[in-house]
């Protein structure tokens, strides 16, 4: 098990994995370390759902279908063209560096497309986690929660020699991902994210994004 600096500093996005699935005894682990997450009032409030085999086919099905018919339906949706200013440019870096990763020029769109299909295929990972809320007020607190159970999980994967990928558009379908699992429509599908054994030799692997430093985040009172 890797310590926690070296987990929580070398804890990247997996972009592709390797055919081959984590045991049970594994994935219990991973999910008593998720489970320690603090939350508002100790409410716990996700409702998770870990799905492999035929059923993660299924999905991903279900997901390309509804891609291509534009069908998208996320609870919780994600715009990034609303971050202007620093954040506009740090996520088109962000942009740039997958492409690049993957060896698509921007003026690539087929490429481009691929790679977009890649995310409903879990970058081929062979389990995915869907991360469920109930609606409550706003949900903001909520989805705080389950942001903190998230980071859990991914530290666990990492510390343990695995990876994952917090992934919001595994949550841009969310009433297709809802009707294969059971799960009632009054429950907010947050994101997913896709994990395994990460596939190292992968270029989208060996490279990892950096960080602003941390002077231009935090300010220091005394
Ligand atoms: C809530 C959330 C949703 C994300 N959704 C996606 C996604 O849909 N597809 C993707 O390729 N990466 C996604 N990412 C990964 C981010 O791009 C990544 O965390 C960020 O670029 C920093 O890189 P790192 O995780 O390797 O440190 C998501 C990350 C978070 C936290």
């Known amino acids: 098990m890797l310590d926690f600096q070296t987990t929580v500093r070398s804890r990247q996005s997996i972009r592709s994995y390797l055919p081959k699935t984590i045991s049970d005894t594994d ?45 998208f339906n996320a609870d919780v949706p994600f715009d990034q063209n609303l971050f202007g200013g620093k954040y506009e440019q740090r996520w088109r870096e962000q942009y740039k560096f997958v492409f690049d990763s993957f060896g698509v020029i921007r003026e690539d769109k087929e490429g481009r497309s691929r790679l977009t299909l890649k995310n409903f295929e879990f970058y081929g ?17 909520v989805a705080n929660d389950i942001g903190m159970y998230a980071q859990n999980f991914l530290l666990s994967l990492t510390a343990r020699g695995f990876g994952g990928i917090p992934m919001l558009t595994l949550g841009m379908f969310a009433k297709q991902v809802k009707e294969i699992l059971g799960v009632p429509d009054d429950m907010q599908l947050l994101y997913g994210i896709s994990f395994g054994y990460p596939d190292w030799d992968a270029q989208p692997n060996k490279e990892h994004l950096g960080r602003i430093p941390v ?8």
């Open 215 to 222: 002077s231009e985040s935090v300010t220091i009172h005394r």
């Open 27 to 71: 994935l219990q682990e991973i999910l008593i370390d998720a489970q320690s997450a603090p939350s508002a009032c100790n409410t716990q409030p996700w409702e998770v759902h870990i799905v492999s085999g035929d059923t993660l086919k299924r999905i991903s099905q279900a997901m390309l279908s509804a891609f291509e018919k534009g069908e």
């Open 125 to 141: 990972a062979p389990h995915a986690c869907f991360l469920f809320m109930p609606k409550v007020a706003d949900s903001v607190a």
